[in-house]
C-alpha cells in the first residue's frame, strides 16, 4: 500500500512539474520552476541547472538578478557539471572538496561551503542529452540513489519544455538576426561611394561576428593583386599583393572558405604584417565575395573573435553577409568607375584648345569647357541650362541648323572656315557637330566642337613657327608677300672655338647647360639689334639683318650685334673665371649680299 501510495504521489509530482513548465515562456522561467521544485523534494538547499549550447560546446544557465538577466557559462567539459554531461550517468558526491573535478573557487567568491552534490545528466525522452542539473547541500542526511532517480526523472518530465524553449529562442534568435542581416545589408549596399561602402561593411562585419577587426579585399585584374581600400580597426592601411598568396589569396583563387582557428598554426599564415603592425592575430574566418555570375571579386576576412574560433554558425552568417553585399560592391565599383572616367574625361575636355558644347536630347545646353567659354567670349551663366535655339541666334542660327540637321539625320556634320559672331568680333571656325549616342542606341544628344581659325591667328601661329614672334606680328600689320623674293641682307655665322674639346671635358649635361646659358646670351645680343635667329646648328648660330624687313642700316646692326656679343662673352668669362671655369672663345662672321627670301 506505502509503494502504491509513494508511486502516486511521484506521479503527481512529475505531473505537477509537466504543467508548471507548460505555463513558463522563457527558457529562464523554465529553469528556475525546475529548480524550486527539485530543492524543495530532494530537500537540498541549493540547485542549478545546465543546458548544452552546441555552437560553444559550453554549459550555460539564465537567472534574474534584479532588473537584469543574468548568464553564467561553463564549458561543458568542466567540473562535475561538464563530466556528467559528456558521460550521462548521474553521480552522488558526498565530499565535494575530496572531488578533483570540483572548483572551490567558486565557493571562496561567494562565501558558500558546498559539502555534497548531487547531478544528474538532462535526457530527453529519446535519450538526448541537453545538460545537466546539480543539487548543493542535502539538508538532512545524504544524498541517496533514490534522489539521483528523482531528479533524473523530474528533469526528463522537464526536458520536453526545455527543448521547446530552446527551440523557440534559437528561431527567435534567428529571425532577429535575419532581420537584422536585411537591415545592414539594405544600408550597405544603399551606398554607392566605394570607400565609404567598404568602411560600412567592415563595420558591420566585425560588430555581426564579435570581431576584433575585419578586411575586405577586392581583386584588381589589371594587376592581378588583392587590394586593401579600407581595414576596420586598421586606419585605413593601403595594402595590395598578388592575389595568390596568404589566406586571403588562398580563398581567392580556390573560392573556398577558411576558418582558422589558431593562425600561428597555420603554414599559409604570413606573420610579416603582424610583426610591422604590433597586432597578434588569433583567428581568422576567411570568405570569398561571389557575385551572381559566380565570379570572385574578391575576400572578407574577420579576426580575432572575442571569446573563442570562429564557429559554423559565423561562417553561414558571414557567407549570407558577403553574398548579399556582392552586388552592392558591383553598384559601388561601378560607379567609382564611372565617376573616374568622368573625371577623366572631363580633365580631358578642360585641357583641350579646341570648344567643347555639349547639348541633352533636348537641345538644352549642359556644358562647356573653358576653351570654348574663351572662343566665344562668354561666361558660363550666359550659356549653360539654354535652350540651343535660344543662344544660337541672328547671324550664330546656322550653327543652329547644322544642331537640327544633326538630331534628325544623326550623322556627323563639320564646317571650315565658318564666321561666327561673337559681342565684339567675328570669329573664323573649323568645327564638328557629331550625335551623341548611348550603348544601346538611343539618342543623348549632340557635340560641337568649335576651333578657332581666325586669320590673324591662324597666320600669326604658322609664322612664328620660323621666326621670331614680334617680326611676325610685324609681317601681319603689312601687306607683305610671303612668296619668296631676292633682298640684301646681312647674315650673322658664329661658333663656339674648340668645342669638341669642351664637350669632352664637360660631358652631355655640362655641355648642355652651357650652350643654354651661352645662346641666352647670345641670341639677347642679337635680337637687341633688331636680328632674326634663324637656327641653331650645334654649337653654332645663324642669323639674319634685313630679313623680312629691310633697312638703311643692316649690315651697322649686324656689326653691332657682333661687338655686343663679344662684349657680353668677355663679361660672361670673368664671371666664369671667378666660379673657377675655364674660358669660352668664339669667331663670328658677318656677309652682306643678294639672298632669296620667303
Known sequence: MANKLEASDRSEMLLNISRRVASDESIEEIIATIIEVTTWELNAERGSLFLNDSATNELYTRFAQGTNLREIRIHNKSGIAGSVFQSGVGEII??????????????????YTTKNILCAPVKTLNGVIIGSAEMLNKKSGRFTKKDLELLEAMTEQASIALQSAQFVEQMQKNRNEEKKLLDVVSEVTAEIDLPTMLSKVMGEATKMLNADRSSIFLNDPKTNELWLQIGDGLESTQIRFPNHLGIAGTVFTSGETINIPHAYADLRFNPDFDKQTGYFTRSILCVPIINKDRVILGVTQVLNKRGGPFTEEDEQRLKAFT???????????????????????????????????????????????????RILNITESEILQKPAVDFFIGENEWLMERINKVQDEQQTDTFVDVAYQTDDQTLSLNGTVAPLISMDEKKLGVMVMLEDISTEKRMKSTMSRYMDPGLAEQLLEGDDNLGGEEKKATILFSDVRGFTTITEQLGAQGTVQLLNDYFTIMVDSITN??????KFIGDAIMAAFGLPFSTDDDEDRALRASIDMITNLWEWNEVRAENGLPPIDMGIGLNTDTVVSG
Open 323 to 373: 553574398a548579399q553585399i556582392s552586388v552592392g560592391l558591383e553598384n559601388a565599383q561601378l560607379f567609382a568607375d564611372v565617376q573616374n572616367m568622368k573625371n577623366y574625361n572631363d580633365s580631358i575636355l578642360q585641357s583641350a584648345a579646341s570648344g567643347v558644347i555639349t547639348l541633352d536630347e533636348d537641345e538644352k545646353i549642359i556644358t562647356c569647357n573653358e576653351a570654348g567659354l
Open 529 to 534: 639689334q633688331g636680328g632674326m635667329l634663324d
Open 94 to 111: 558526498h565530499d565535494a572538496y575530496s572531488d578533483d573535478r570540483f572548483n572551490s573557487a567558486v565557493d571562496q567568491q561567494t562565501g
